[in-house]
């Protein structure tokens, strides 16, 4: 029988993995950009294996395994976390998951509505912690029909779409304005010393480039309201809706890990339940819940009698193993899972035309398939060096809910860059080479008898176009066209201006053929508001129904 | 129930005390706070900014190196010129404005040589500068830009600060110029004592070419892709904004087609030159006929600057220097 003092020291190990863990999510989530590799003459790439998390995440692997029957790329780190949960239980949820260490970080916290005998009732186990079952048996249904909603709560994703799309930015934004209400110089004597705060500030800004994301008010208020959500309910997520921690609870049922209660040397002080995370019962007296706990240690630690301790192969007469929720409960839950897909798709958005202006990053697979791979992790948008990567909102339906769409207007598509199919733990973006998205000729000539890869195609608005509409020179979109030869070209005009001068103008067109589709000339367009030039999805490379040629032909070089 | 006369004259006092300072309080925020009136326009006049960063007295000159090494070539067309010591004095800070717009390779020819770049830092550090700063407001992302082209690599190895330009390091100035009024400016651009610009000449859509004067595009931030719509004025107001101490052109490759970016190798031609002198409007001129068949009418900006005085385009007046290394 291990001490007491063996469980503090065990506890406490387990602390510094929660923080050690929590610190490597964040380090790999800052790393997530080019920003500062600055080995000369490579192309920029990611040093950093920046995917860890979503990549041993359990839920990912199997649900893309049931949405498009392969494990893709690094997802097979997965399998040693299914393998020692099988045998250890939910330990990832206690020592290893960021997403909950930040709930236990807040849900820590002194709180006055939980004292005494309020605390422990609070951790009983109750009712609503079978919910995360049905959560992850609607999601599973929907899994059954191709559709990868579950990223929306996977808590991996969640974290990092919340975290890179709206805590970093907003952290950034608050830490850049008060550098610059620092250093405004308008302090009188004080001036050097609030200098100093401001040079301070300024490089506590996490990233150089100021980034923003469409929706991130959503997505962060979200990511808030879940946090917030500890002091009401400890853990509430962790217990209550995490579909992680409710398919860790499934795969430990056969854990050999478990508790061992030993009610003759119990003294009821029930002081094993007052930190415990998972609500998974630890008194002597009710058995204890396996799929519930999270190994967090605090009951035995905390325990002055060694009255339970955690071992292998305990007598199971105190266990419950498997969750506390009905078959019908699952297969309800499976089949509104299943029956909201093709309620999903019901919407014109998916099958019928669809939005025009969802342009996917370079690489991307067809629709269909990209829902059946993409979990909204954000990585892709994470990463983009041109912050051109938004979450979208309605433009593939419900379905496809901050999934990443090129918004040209904001940012373009680096020609030479494929940094989003790198990071993208599921292959919704194929990791292609800078050669196969051939944008820019390599080695100056295009080797491949392929097109580029497209990604949509450029029309002007004339009503808009100054050398159009307004009889001023610009072609500015000629300048920034990155294909060679260049898919913007122009006819040599004259035209009669308002004073009924005759002037030489250039007025641009777009050639189809040799159009990406990166959307640098809607970025460049002077023209401020509705540009004069936009990107429209018609002729990406991944939907070969969504073209307007006859034929696309590979460039003559 | 309490009546009035329980009300002691401490609390009476303190209450009413409270109250009356609560509503004084607002007042005199409110009146302390009230703008009686706002115009929407300032009225003010900014001050025009001009930096003139020539050397007084020095030989207006033009030296033109031919040979097989960008480095080798420029290094002799800074002996020609009398050295670097002639434009750089010890303790200056020099700014070096290389073009470094796009996410290019050198073979590519969009970006300036990262050898000439490193030479001429080279010579400024030699020459005394007490920092030499190397930077550009490129299109691409910068870090692309500046590591794809070489730059940031042979300006850092040859002792330079390579300055990507960070969103506030701007500063906005009234250029008073035709057309350009007030911009946004790179502050180092306002900050350096000299400021040599080397550029790469290559073909460009709307100008035809850009040169020299061109290049300083780069010192802007903002929206400065409104400048196309009148480009010549709008180069010339650059120029006369920012004169440079010394202007060293790239061409050593010379891209032909598909300007100002590129790409393809088909667009470049091998020229190995590279020139230098200190009249901008002269080297703009010469490099626009040498490599591009243009009379300097073909370049507007050449004429509007020249009535700036900021050069003659009439480059076959002045004493041109033929070195081959």
Same mark, same amino acid.
């Given at each position: 029988?291990?001490?007491?003092?063996?469980?503090?020291?065990?506890?406490?190990?387990?602390?510094?993995?929660?923080?050690?863990?929590?610190?490597?999510?964040?380090?790999?989530?800052?790393?997530?950009?080019?920003?500062?590799?600055?080995?000369?003459?490579?192309?920029?790439?990611?040093?950093?294996?920046?995917?860890?998390?979503?990549?041993?995440?359990?839920?990912?692997?199997?649900?893309? @395994? =049931?949405?498009?029957?392969? !494990?893709?790329?690094? *997802? %097979?780190? +997965?399998?040693? /976390?299914? &393998?020692?949960?099988?045998?250890?239980?939910?330990?990832?949820?206690?020592?290893?998951?960021?997403?909950?260490?930040?709930?236990?970080?807040?849900?820590?916290?002194?709180?006055?509505?939980?004292?005494?005998?309020?605390?422990?009732?609070?951790?009983?186990?109750?009712?609503?912690?079978?919910?995360?079952?049905?959560?992850?048996?609607?999601?599973?249904?929907?899994?059954?029909?191709?559709?990868?909603?579950?990223?929306?709560?996977?808590?991996?994703?969640?974290?990092?779409?919340?975290?890179?799309?709206?805590?970093?930015?907003?952290?950034?934004?608050?830490?850049?304005?008060?550098?610059?209400?620092?250093?405004?110089?308008?302090?009188?004597?004080?001036?050097?010393?609030?200098?100093?705060?401001?040079?301070?500030?300024?490089?506590?800004?996490?990233?150089?480039?100021? @980034? =923003?994301?469409?929706?991130? !008010?959503?997505?962060? *208020? %979200?990511? +808030?309201?879940? /946090?917030? &959500?500890?002091?009401?309910?400890?853990?509430?997520?962790?217990?209550?809706?995490?579909?992680?921690?409710?398919?860790?609870?499934?795969?430990?049922?056969?854990?050999?890990?478990?508790?061992?209660?030993?009610?003759?040397?119990?003294?009821?002080?029930?002081?094993?339940?007052?930190?415990?995370?998972?609500?998974?019962?630890?008194?002597?007296?009710?058995?204890?819940?396996?799929?519930?706990?999270?190994?967090?240690?605090?009951?035995?630690?905390?325990?002055?009698?060694?009255?339970?301790?955690?071992?292998?192969?305990?007598?199971?007469?105190?266990?419950?193993?498997?969750?506390?929720?009905?078959?019908?409960?699952?297969?309800?839950?499976?089949?509104?899972?299943?029956?909201?897909?093709?309620?999903?798709?019901?919407?014109?958005?998916?099958?019928?035309?669809?939005?025009?202006? =969802?342009?996917?990053?370079?690489?991307?697979?067809?629709?269909?398939?990209?829902?059946?791979?993409?979990?909204?992790?954000?990585?892709?948008?994470?990463?983009?060096?041109?912050?051109?990567?938004?979450?979208?909102?309605?433009?593939?339906?419900?379905?496809?809910?901050?999934?990443?769409?090129?918004?040209?207007?904001?940012?373009?598509?680096?020609?030479?860059?494929?940094?989003?199919?790198?990071?993208?733990?599921?292959?919704?973006?194929?990791?292609?080479?800078?050669?196969?998205?051939?944008?820019?000729?390599?080695?100056?000539?295009?080797?491949?008898?392929?097109?580029?890869?497209?990604?949509?195609?450029?029309?002007?608005?004339?009503?808009?176009?100054?050398?159009?509409?307004?009889?001023?020179?610009?072609?500015?979109?000629?300048?920034?066209?990155?294909?060679?030869?260049?898919?913007?070209?122009?006819?040599?005009?004259?035209?009669?201006?308002?004073?009924?001068?005759?002037?030489?103008?250039?007025?641009?067109?777009?050639?189809?053929?040799?159009?990406?589709?990166?959307?640098?000339?809607?970025?460049?367009?002077?023209?401020?508001?509705?540009?004069?030039?936009?990107?429209?999805?018609?002729?990406?490379?991944?939907?070969?129904?969504?073209?307007?040629?006859?034929?696309?032909?590979?460039?003559?070089? | 129930?309490?009546?009035?006369?329980?009300?002691?004259?401490?609390?009476?006092?303190?209450?009413?005390?409270?109250?009356?300072?609560?509503?004084?309080?607002?007042?005199?925020?409110?009146?302390?706070?009230?703008?009686?009136?706002?115009?929407?326009?300032?009225?003010?006049?900014?001050?025009?900014?001009?930096?003139?960063?020539?050397?007084?007295?020095?030989?207006?000159?033009?030296?033109?190196?031919?040979?097989?090494?960008?480095?080798?070539?420029?290094?002799?067309?800074?002996?020609?010129?009398?050295?670097?010591?002639?434009?750089?004095?010890?303790?200056?800070?020099?700014?070096?404005?290389?073009?470094?717009?796009?996410?290019?390779?050198?073979?590519?020819?969009?970006?300036?040589?990262?050898?000439?770049?490193?030479?001429?830092?080279?010579?400024?550090?030699?020459?005394?500068?007490?920092?030499?700063?190397?930077?550009?407001?490129?299109?691409?992302?910068?870090?692309?830009?500046?590591?794809?082209?070489?730059?940031?690599?042979?300006?850092?190895?040859?002792?330079?600060?390579?300055?990507?330009?960070?969103?506030?390091?701007?500063?906005?100035?009234?250029?008073?110029?035709?057309?350009?009024?007030?911009?946004?400016?790179?502050?180092?651009?306002?900050?350096?004592?000299?400021?040599?610009?080397?550029?790469?000449?290559?073909?460009?859509?709307?100008?035809?070419?850009?040169?020299?004067?061109?290049?300083?595009?780069?010192?802007?931030?903002?929206?400065?892709?409104?400048?196309?719509?009148?480009?010549?004025?709008?180069?010339?107001?650059?120029?006369?904004?920012?004169?440079?101490?010394?202007?060293?052109?790239?061409?050593?490759?010379?891209?032909?087609?598909?300007?100002?970016?590129?790409?393809?190798?088909?667009?470049?031609?091998?020229?190995?030159?590279?020139?230098?002198?200190?009249?901008?409007?002269?080297?703009?001129?010469?490099?626009?006929?040498?490599?591009?068949?243009?009379?300097?009418?073909?370049?507007?900006?050449?004429?509007?600057?020249?009535?700036?005085?900021?050069?003659?385009?009439?480059?076959?007046?002045?004493?041109?220097?033929?070195?081959?290394?």
């Amino acid at each position: 029988m291990k001490s007491f003092k063996t469980y503090r020291t065990l506890r406490g190990a387990r602390r510094v993995s929660q923080g050690v863990f929590l610190a490597l999510f964040v380090f790999f989530l800052l790393k997530t950009s080019i920003d500062g590799i600055t080995a000369p003459g490579a192309l920029p790439s990611i040093s950093a294996p920046v995917g860890f998390f979503l990549e041993i995440d359990p839920l990912i692997a199997i649900f893309t @395994v =049931l949405t498009t029957h392969e !494990l893709y790329r690094n *997802l %097979l780190w +997965a399998l040693p /976390l299914i &393998a020692l949960t099988m045998l250890f239980g939910r330990f990832f949820c206690g020592w290893i998951c960021p997403m909950g260490t930040l709930n236990h970080m807040i849900a820590s916290v002194k709180s006055s509505r939980l004292k005494g005998k309020k605390r422990l009732d609070a951790n009983r186990y109750k009712p609503y912690q079978r919910w995360k079952y049905g959560v992850l048996a609607v999601f599973f249904g929907a899994a059954l029909f191709t559709s990868l909603d579950v990223g929306l709560l996977d808590p991996i994703a969640l974290l990092t779409r919340s975290m890179s799309l709206a805590v970093v930015p907003a952290y950034n934004t608050g830490v850049r304005a008060l550098a610059a209400a620092a250093s405004s110089g308008t302090f009188g004597f004080a001036t050097p010393l609030m200098d100093g705060v401001g040079f301070v500030l300024q490089h506590l800004v996490l990233r150089a480039k100021p @980034v =923003l994301f469409q929706s991130a !008010l959503f997505i962060g *208020l %979200l990511f +808030a309201a879940l /946090l917030a &959500a500890n002091r009401i309910i400890t853990r509430f997520w962790c217990r209550g809706i995490c579909p992680l921690g409710a398919m860790l609870g499934l795969l430990s049922r056969f854990s050999l890990l478990g508790m061992q209660k030993h009610p003759s040397l119990c003294t009821d002080c029930n002081r094993c339940a007052l930190d415990c995370q998972g609500g998974d019962d630890p008194q002597p007296g009710y058995q204890w819940r396996q799929s519930e706990c999270h190994l967090c240690l605090n009951c035995v630690a905390d325990c002055p009698e060694a009255g339970i301790e955690f071992t292998l192969y305990p007598d199971m007469a105190d266990t419950r193993s498997g969750p506390d929720i009905t078959r019908r409960t699952v297969i309800t839950s499976a089949v509104a899972g299943l029956a909201a897909v093709p309620l999903m798709r019901a919407e014109t958005g998916f099958s019928k035309g669809g939005d025009p202006s =969802l342009v996917r990053p370079p690489g991307s697979v067809g629709e269909k398939d990209f829902l059946s791979r993409c979990v909204r992790c954000g990585e892709c948008m994470n990463v983009c060096p041109n912050n051109a990567l938004h979450p979208t909102f309605m433009q593939s339906g419900f379905e496809g809910i901050w999934s990443p769409m090129l918004v040209p207007r904001i940012g373009y598509c680096e020609p030479t860059c494929v940094l989003c199919g790198t990071v993208c733990p599921t292959g919704a973006i194929d990791e292609i080479t800078e050669k196969e998205k051939a944008w820019v000729p390599v080695k100056g000539q295009y080797k491949t008898e392929r097109p580029p890869l497209r990604i949509g195609l450029a029309f002007y608005d004339f009503g808009r176009c100054l050398p159009w509409a307004m009889a001023t020179e610009c072609i500015v979109c000629e300048e920034w066209c990155p294909t060679s030869p260049k898919a913007i070209y122009f006819e040599q005009v004259e035209v009669q201006n308002r004073k009924g001068d005759f002037v030489m103008l250039k007025r641009p067109h777009v050639d189809p053929q040799l159009c990406v589709g990166c959307g640098a000339c809607t970025f460049a367009c002077p023209v401020k508001g509705q540009p004069a030039i936009y990107i429209s999805s018609v002729g990406e490379t991944r939907n070969p129904a969504n073209s307007i040629l006859l034929k696309s032909k590979p460039p003559a070089s | 129930m309490s009546s009035a006369s329980e009300l002691s004259r401490r609390e009476f006092l303190t209450r009413s005390g409270k109250a009356a300072g609560l509503v004084l309080l607002t007042a005199g925020a409110g009146f302390a706070l009230h703008t009686p009136e706002r115009r929407p326009f300032d009225e003010k006049e900014e001050k025009v900014l001009l930096r003139d960063l020539r050397i007084p007295g020095v030989t207006q000159q033009m030296i033109v190196a031919h040979g097989e090494d960008p480095g080798a070539m420029t290094r002799a067309c800074i002996t020609a010129l009398g050295g670097m010591s002639v434009f750089v004095r010890k303790g200056d800070v020099v700014l070096v404005k290389p073009n470094i717009g796009w996410d290019r390779m050198p073979a590519q020819a969009a970006n300036t040589n990262p050898d000439v770049v490193r030479v001429v830092v080279q010579e400024c550090l030699a020459a005394g500068a007490k920092k030499v700063i190397v930077t550009d407001v490129s299109c691409n992302d910068a870090e692309r830009c500046f590591q794809r082209s070489g730059i940031a690599q042979s300006a850092g190895e040859a002792g330079a600060a390579v300055d990507r330009p960070v969103e506030t390091n701007y500063t906005e100035v009234n250029l008073g110029g035709a057309m350009l009024g007030t911009q946004h400016v790179l502050r180092p651009f306002l900050e350096a004592d000299k400021v040599i610009n080397i550029p790469i000449a290559k073909h460009h859509s709307l100008t035809g070419a850009t040169l020299g004067m061109k290049n300083l595009y780069g010192i802007l931030g903002g929206n400065r892709s409104r400048l196309h719509q009148d480009i010549n004025n709008s180069i010339a107001d650059l120029a006369n904004f920012l004169r440079p101490t010394l202007t060293i052109l790239d061409a050593y490759r010379v891209l032909r087609r598909n300007g100002p970016q590129g790409g393809n190798l088909a667009d470049v031609d091998l020229r190995k030159t590279i020139a230098a002198s200190t009249d901008p409007v002269a080297l703009d001129a010469w490099a626009g006929e040498t490599f591009f068949g243009f009379t300097p009418d073909r370049l507007p900006y050449l004429a509007l600057a020249e009535k700036y005085g900021l050069g003659s385009a009439a480059f076959s007046s002045l004493p041109v220097t033929d070195i081959t290394v």
